[in-house]
């Protein structure tokens, strides 16, 4: 079992930054690729960013490129998205996900483990 605790969500006005974080407990977190993903009211959770076990391999969603940032602290059982210049359109629920593979995608059913998610809201 592995347990995700997210923060650093909140209200924040659009060209603005925010770190989120991800605290993860329970099984090796090393060995765990983690992924990003958020969620606004009546649509579908869409797949944000995702690191390796080791950092070495991130994707990332066209909307967000070049603009986040994943990565991780395997030291700390952290993982983190960094969003620089938000915009409105990036207001939703974020989620941290561990797979239970080194390596995953961009797919939902990649990840077995789910954090309850903060709130991002960016205002125009």
């Known amino acids: 079992q592995v347990q995700l605790v997210e923060s650093g969500g909140g209200l924040v006005q659009a060209g603005d930054s925010l770190r989120l974080s991800c605290a993860a407990s329970?099984?090796?977190?090393?060995?765990?690729?983690m992924g990003w993903f958020r969620q606004t009211p009546g649509k579908e959770r869409v797949f944000v960013a995702q690191?390796?076990?080791?950092?070495?391999?991130?994707t990332y969603a066209d909307s967000v490129k070049g603009r986040f940032t994943i990565y991780r602290d395997n030291t700390k059982n952290m993982v983190y998205l960094q969003m620089n210049s938000l915009k409105p359109e990036d207001t939703a629920v974020y989620s941290c996900?561990?797979?239970?593979?080194?390596?995953?995608?961009?797919?939902?059913?990649?990840?077995?483990?789910w954090g309850q998610g903060t709130q991002v809201t960016v205002s125009s």
């Open positions: 690191i390796s076990w080791n950092g070495g391999v991130t």
């Open positions: 996900a561990a797979s239970g593979s080194r390596w995953s995608g961009i797919d939902q059913s990649g990840y077995d483990y």
């Open positions: 329970g099984r090796t977190f090393s060995t765990n690729a």
